[in-house]
Each structure stands twice: as C-alpha cells, then as structure tokens.
C-alpha cells in the first residue's frame, strides 16, 4: 500500500520540479509510475482528447508542435476535453505558456460535460489581456475563474515562459498551485462557495459547484496557448 503522506510529499516536489531537457518532456519517472501517475498527453499525438461534445481526434486549431498541445491565435477548433471522465479524488499537474494578450484555462467539474462550465483554472496574460486588466483578480492567472482571487504571493513567469501547474480535488477539498505556491483553496458545497456562486456569472447553471464525474477541458479562447506534461494521479485508492 502506498503511504499517502509520502504520496503527498512526492506530488509536492513534482510541483516544485520543471522540465528543462527534451528528453524529460512528456514522460512519467519511475517514482510517478510506481505512484500510478500516468500522462493525459504522450508528446506526439492527440489520442485520449476529443472536441468537447464530440468524438475522436480533434482535427482543427490544437496541434501536436515540439512536444506541446499547442493552440495559434485565432485558430479555431473550439474548446478540447478528455474522452476520459474522472472521478471527484485526483491530482493534476501540467506546464503551460500563453501567448501575448492571451487568455485560456484549464475547467474541471464540469455539471455537463457536453458542456464548457465548470470550475476554471484561470491563464491569462494578467497585464495586456482586457479580462485580466479589468476583470478583477479573480479572473488572473490561477484563480478560480470568477470566484476566488489567487493569493497575494502567487508568482507567475513572464509571458512566453513556462509555467507550472497543480490542482489538487479530494472531494470538496480543492487547491490550486502555481510555481510551487498554493494560491486558491476552498470547498465546493460550503456555504462561501455558495454565496459566492450566486454574485457570480454562473448563479443561473444548474448544479454548477458540485462534486461530479467530469472530463478535463484545456480552453480554447481565441488566442494562443501551450501545454505540456499533463500528468494526472487517482486519488480514489490512495
């Protein structure tokens, strides 16, 4: 049996950890396939990610360039998710990049997941995006999209550099980190969580902030963003 506090002390070094050779690019360690991580995209092709509320491969605007899910400016090809749904207890970790003036996310939680709501892991670029200028923090880099601002000592690299991501949900439990810092933490069903979904954009969509079985959503937003080592660990048995 896996011990889950050394599981927990290894998942943060991973978020503590950034790929810095090609060869290191889109591969789990033998530590994180002992652990069961396992990579949500291989670093060659698009298998196990379909246009969401479609099937097979997309085949418009997100390519496979250099070993990166990469999406052009004005690309096209709609928001993406993965064929796989997952259940309420997971980890997740990726790197990414945005492009200038850019703006994407990363949802989880979705009520339907035919459908692009749900809980968003904001990226953005914070000083030249009109959303993440006006919008308030809680449309800034690694909020919960509309409803929690990112802690005050969130650090985030310079447009064009990577960027790495964590997303922790055990259950109601979620946190967010960004570059090894948690910046957002919450319990979806509490009655904050509540109150702030009802001053928010999504007051009216139902069962929005609810423990569900959901695909992962990389968003396509009209702008250019790049993703790499998506790798993602069940919960569920640890």
């Known amino acids: 049996m896996i011990n889950r506090r050394a599981l927990l002390a290894a998942g943060a070094l991973l978020a503590l950890t950034f790929t810095s050779r090609a060869d290191d690019t889109n591969v789990l360690t033998d530590a994180e396939k002992a652990a069961g991580w396992k990579l949500l995209f291989d670093g060659q092709t698009l298998e196990g990610w379909q246009p969401i509320g479609k099937s097979g491969v997309p085949t418009k605007g997100w390519v496979v ?3 990166m899910i990469f999406h052009g400016k004005a690309a096209g090809g709609g928001d993406i998710v ?3 749904q997952f259940g309420s207890r ?3 970790t990726w790197e990414w990049r ?3 003036a850019s703006n ?3 949802k989880y939680s979705l009520p339907d997941p035919e459908k692009n709501v749900g809980f968003e892991y904001q990226l953005i670029d914070d000083e030249n995006h009109p959303d993440g200028k006006r919008g308030g923090r809680s449309h800034q ?3 919960l999209y509309d409803l929690i601002e990112p802690a005050p000592e969130r650090k985030v690299k310079p447009v064009g550099e990577w ?3 964590r997303l922790i949900v055990e259950s109601e439990h979620v946190q967010h980190w960004l570059n090894g ?3 957002v933490e919450f319990y979806m069903g509490s009655d904050d969580m509540k109150a702030r979904i009802a001053k928010s954009k999504f007051r009216n969509v139902p069962h929005f902030g609810g423990v569900t079985r959901s695909p992962i959503l990389l968003q396509d937003h009209g702008d250019e963003v790049a993703f790499r080592n998506l790798k993602f660990l069940s919960l569920a048995t640890k």
């Open 163 to 165: 960027n790495q991501s």
């Open 141 to 143: 880099t690694g909020a």
């Open 98 to 100: 945005i492009g200038a």
């Open 82 to 84: 993965t064929v796989e």
């Open 65 to 67: 360039r250099e070993g």
């Open 181 to 183: 810092v948690k910046i």
């Open 104 to 106: 994407s996310g990363v």
């Open 90 to 92: 997971f980890e997740l």
